[in-house]
């Protein structure tokens, strides 16, 4: 971790772009060894329960996807006050201004639905599957911003500076999602990938549509995660010892972390509430190399941790 460090806004947006296009943005099947063939079924009743699935009560535009992509900052309205979760995480590979970067490829792939992992009531976020070929370095930072006057920021964990962390390398699956616990009015940005990305040079390769909404989950996030769990080991997935555990901070209260073994295969799982939102974080982690796994959940845990 490298606290000294405070970079700007708009780098670590440059960054995120950055890798997110580095390797086609086709969109690419990737694929590790072992990991289950893509199927169409979803959660059965007996393992979610027909009862855990998102509502919508009202949406504009109407035409807007909920449940892809979504840019990081999502905003809660009640009563007239808006507070917001500026949720940032970015991987730093070896990279200059005129080539891509070397040794790193990210592909963008809604890899819990191929995988059978979908978390239920999700109203989006981001994954992606990464694949480095030499070591690099992860920054996370939250940030909860209160919108209405008088206007404040709080850092999660109180210095201002993020987490930094180095990361080994690895192929690794990582998605963060993001589940309404209360029925609230949302704001939050959809974002598609328009073309395939030819120029490294330009990062103007999502269209964005500011989305309001009205939604929220129809059970309990204690039942959805009971279920959520059930339905992993149903598909061969076994619960080992965790590491480490990721502690309380200023904005986020973790509710259930897990790690899971599947034969060579570990998933890592972390549900988080986010602290004066009706708003719980979901951090899944799946790959080969336990290692990189736990490198990747330590990286981007919403609490704090001591590997």
Excluded at 180 to 188: F, R, V, Y
Excluded at 268 to 281: N, T
Aim: overall charge negative; aromatic content about 12%.
């Amino acid at each position: 971790m490298k606290g000294s460090k405070k970079p700007k806004l708009h780098f670590f947006i440059f960054l995120l772009i950055a890798l997110v296009v580095v390797a086609t943005l086709s969109i690419l099947y990737f694929r590790e060894k072992g990991t289950p063939i893509y199927n169409n079924q979803t959660l059965g009743p007996q393992e979610c329960g027909q009862e855990c699935r998102l509502t919508i009560h009202s949406k504009q535009p109407e035409n807007a996807l909920i449940g892809g992509w979504i840019d990081k900052r999502i905003t809660e309205v009640t009563n007239g006050s808006e507070l917001t979760l500026d949720d940032w995480f970015v991987v730093y590979p070896n990279m200059n201004l005129t080539s891509p970067p070397e040794g790193w490829n990210a592909y963008l792939i809604h890899w819990p639905e191929k995988f059978n992992l979908t978390v239920p009531c999700s109203m989006g976020g981001f994954t992606m599957a990464l694949v480095g070929r030499e070591s690099g370095q992860s920054f996370y930072q939250a940030v909860l911003r209160n919108e209405t006057p008088t206007k404040h920021a709080r850092d999660c964990w109180g210095e201002g500076n993020g987490r930094w962390l180095e990361l080994p390398p690895g192929k690794a699956y990582f998605a963060v999602q993001y589940i309404p616990t209360a029925n609230a009015t949302w704001k939050l940005t959809v974002l598609t990938p328009t073309r395939t990305w030819t120029d490294f040079r330009d990062y103007h390769i999502f269209f964005e549509t500011p989305v309001e909404l009205e939604a929220t989950c129809i059970c309990p996030i204690e039942t959805l995660i009971e279920r959520f769990e059930a339905s992993i080991k149903a598909q061969g997935f076994e619960e080992t010892e965790l590491w480490t555990v990721p502690r309380e901070n200023d904005c986020f209260k973790p509710l259930s972390i897990k790690l899971y073994r599947r034969g060579d295969e570990y998933l890592y799982v972390e549900f988080a509430r986010v602290k004066g939102l009706d708003l719980v974080r979901v951090l899944m982690v799946l790959g080969e190399d336990e290692g990189v796994v736990k490198a990747y959940a330590e990286a981007f845990s919403a609490g704090n941790v001591e590997g």
